[in-house]
């Protein structure tokens, strides 16, 4: 059985499960959180490990065949322009289509999201580089470690010297590869119970019919980008004549990512489908796909910049002056590639911050949208996941660092 079919298969066993239970039961609900947060936590073990081990593995070969500098060249402007897109595309939905006002709330909030820049780029050099094997979220702080070792054992090939730090990690990278095939294999069934939570928070929002014509906005502005500016890119750019299998290969990490609303959480399975669906080699996609989880945030961007207009328009009957507009592209843009260290939730701290920046009242209208913010996160995931799958496609292609399956013979 496809391995998406079987997350599907889960959902749909979790959206039945979330009908038939009593989860106003405050034991199950308990039971039921408690459950979701060991599978998250399970599905997250072997993260660190395996991007480690393979982005050390992965450098080391680019260097060795002189593709690394030519990759991070690649990899930046798919990200740079993929949100640029992105960005676009959400800008110009929510000006064309004028969504309707939310009622305002009353309520007030304390907590206050700080996006403390300093902090976060020493964050990124600890006081020992061992002590970065030891962050779970932030997965730049070990990626670049790895990318230190990997960048200088290149000369493993002429160096004896260097030759067994190689092998060791490849053996590493190769293990941690199996044992994450395993955990996306079970991930199938854990899907049941966090499809249970998500949906059950999921059902409140829908119910309630408030944000259902956003909930619409994201769907098409998600087909029209996955759908269509996407594989018109990989058919001009690659030359592919079915750019589709892509979106194909990109089914069940979409779906996890989709509904555990965590990067880090769909990224070995991410890493799976490039390597046994679109036969992306590990020297690229050992290199790619951390940094796209890390950077390339433009769903949030997209979804931001609609979700802060719609919050705007529920505000005030004018229209948005063109400077504010684009300072809202702006700052959505920019601030979009700094949220590497939120693996989840990071939609809505965009959000939030929009709103504290933008302020003349402002400060605290992000509220309007607490109540969907695990559906508006959701929705940036999943953009970011699909843009993970095309755009280390496409950087394999330039690489020539891909052997072409059949759709046929995807897992």
Request: aromatic content about 14%.
């Amino acid at each position: 059985m496809k391995l998406w079919i079987k997350y599907l298969l889960a959902i749909l066993l979790g959206i039945l499960a979330a009908i038939l239970l009593p989860v106003n039961n405050p034991a199950i609900s308990s039971f039921i959180n408690f459950v979701t947060e060991l599978f998250v936590r399970i599905g997250r073990y072997l993260v660190v490990p395996l991007v480690f081990s393979t982005a050390i593995v992965s450098v080391n070969k680019l260097r060795s065949s002189k593709l690394f500098f030519k990759t991070v060249r690649w990899t930046a402007i798919v990200i740079l322009c993929s949100t640029f897109i992105m960005t676009i595309v959400g800008m110009l939905s929510i000006l064309i289509v004028k969504l309707p006002r939310i009622p305002i709330t009353v309520d007030t909030s304390s907590d206050f999201f700080k996006l403390d820049i300093a902090s976060l780029i020493l964050s990124l050099f600890p006081t020992s580089a061992f002590a970065a094997l030891t962050e779970g979220s932030f997965l730049l702080v070990s990626f670049i470690f790895a990318v230190l070792i990997g960048f200088e054992s290149a000369t493993a090939v002429d160096t004896p010297l260097f030759k067994p730090v190689y092998q060791l990690f490849d053996s590493l990278s190769k293990l941690f590869y199996n044992i994450a095939q395993f955990i996306t294999e079970i991930m199938a069934f854990m899907m049941v119970m966090i499809m249970t939570k998500w949906f059950v928070e999921f059902r409140t929002i829908i119910f309630s019919g408030i944000y259902t014509p956003m909930l619409i906005m994201f769907i098409v502005d998600f087909v029209i980008v996955a759908g269509i500016i996407y594989p018109v890119i990989i058919r001009y750019i690659c030359h592919d004549p079915y750019p589709y299998r892509v979106l194909y290969a990109s089914i069940a990490p979409a779906l996890l990512s989709f509904i555990g609303g965590d990067a880090n959480l769909a990224l070995p399975l991410t890493i799976r489908h490039g390597k046994e669906s679109l036969g992306i080699r590990r020297r690229t996609s050992g290199f790619t796909f951390p940094i796209f989880s890390i950077f390339s945030r433009g769903g949030s961007a997209l979804v931001s910049v609609i979700s802060f207009i719609v919050i705007w328009r529920s505000y005030s009957s004018l229209n948005i002056p063109l400077g504010d507009i684009l300072w809202i592209f702006g700052f959505s843009f920019v601030f979009s590639f700094l949220l590497g260290g939120l693996p989840s939730g990071c939609a809505f701290v965009l959000v939030t911050i929009l709103c504290q920046n933008y302020a003349r009242g402002f400060e605290t209208s992000f509220l309007l949208l607490k109540p969907a913010s695990l559906i508006i996160c959701s929705f940036s995931m999943l953009f970011d996941t699909v843009t993970a799958m095309y755009g280390s496609y496409l950087i394999a292609v330039k690489n020539k660092t891909i052997e072409h399956h059949k759709a046929q013979h995807f897992i």
